[in-house]
């Protein structure tokens, strides 16, 4: 809910309210049938007092709010009335990045891939890592390369995993 708020207030300067449940006025509401498993569908209704953003999961209802989010990139706070049902056609949609060439990213870099990533659905991030690592067992596989560190590593899953991306 907050990278919701966060990117409407950015992108039109407006503060929506935005709730779990039925209220009076205009707003937004986010619902989800709490479901744990892989389906990642969701339908977006947009009418004249409200925005309704349902998913069949925790993850699809984080799907419906990107999409929603895209809307409004693109069109601003003017976004006319519509419906969207969605789901993805591959349960898997992937990214490798290879972390040898060039620099080597840092973990706050990483994470700003993953946010592009969960942006755009894609479910599962690769890294691409050799030398860029800091092995314990062979440091000197990592000399002069400002490696990712294993707690990096841990702390970008942790990331990841909010975001829904293994």
């Given at each position: 809910v907050t990278f919701l708020v966060s990117q409407l207030q950015s992108c039109t300067g407006l503060k929506v309210p935005v709730a779990h449940e039925l209220l009076s006025g205009r707003k937004i509401i986010l619902t989800s049938g709490r479901n744990h498993d892989h389906d990642e569908s969701y339908t977006i209704e947009v009418n004249e007092n409200s925005v309704e953003i349902h998913g069949v999961s925790d993850c699809a209802l984080f799907r419906g709010i990107t999409t929603f989010i895209q809307m409004v990139r693109s069109t601003g706070s003017l976004i006319p009335c519509c419906r969207i049902s969605d789901s993805p056609d591959f349960h898997i949609?992937?990214?490798?990045?290879?972390?040898?060439?060039?620099?080597?990213?840092?973990?706050?870099?990483?994470?700003?891939?993953?946010?592009?990533?969960?942006?755009y659905k894609i479910n599962h991030l690769q890294l691409y890592i050799e030398h860029s690592f800091a092995f314990s067992m062979v440091p000197e596989f990592s000399v002069d390369s400002d490696p990712l560190t294993s707690e990096d590593i841990l702390e970008l899953d942790e990331f990841c995993r909010k975001h829904y991306i293994e």
């Open positions: 949609r992937g990214f490798l990045h290879d972390t040898t060439r060039g620099k080597v990213p840092t973990c706050d870099s990483l994470k700003e891939i993953a946010l592009q990533c969960a942006f």
